[in-house]
């Protein structure tokens, strides 16, 4: 689920649609949960189904290190890619925001922590990076990691409206990581390896 503050806007005729911050949403916040209304399809369900619908999980769903395709079932399937994402996701099937997101700012993602299947060249932001492949996650975890932990002390200051999606022992453990009293895990643990 996307945080409430948040509204689905269009962007412009090269990116389409995003999602909006509609108030302040400060760094540590929980800005996505995964939650029992998302679909999880193993790729042997994606590989019997008609092309129209392997056309839509491909646009709109990510991989899980299980392989699977989760399509979220509200808004959060139209947050953009960008090299400079404010959110992050973690090992724990949740993202944060990274940095303050202000009102009528995108919410956006790196998609190279999200298993995609074949590279694809991405909205040229200034970067050096122009073109998203599926081994980012590999490449650039070390860098998401610092990002989040950069942050994670900050989630027991936030509101986190998205809370209650979060199951109570997940949540201690997450009360123990920002006080300190534990490592967080990588976001590596998202990693899936395609396998041709």
Partial sequence: MIHPKTELKFISQEIGYGVVATEFIPAGTITWAL???DREFTPEMFNAMDP???TILDTY???NNK???IL???NG???NHSF?????TTAYDFEIAIRDILPGEQLTDDYGYLNISEPFEAFDEGTERKVVFPDDLINYHNIWDLQIKSVFNKILDNEQPLQPLIKNDLWLKINRIAKGEE???SILKNYYPERK
Wanted: with cysteine.
């Fill in 35 to 37: 939650d029992q209304l």
């Fill in 52 to 54: 129209i619908y392997k």
């Fill in 61 to 63: 769903s990510y991989r």
């Fill in 183 to 185: 490592e967080m895990d």
């Fill in 67 to 69: 392989g699977n395709f």
């Fill in 77 to 79: 399937r139209f947050v």
């Fill in 84 to 88: 400079y994402s404010n959110c992050l």
């Fill in 72 to 74: 979220c079932w509200d």
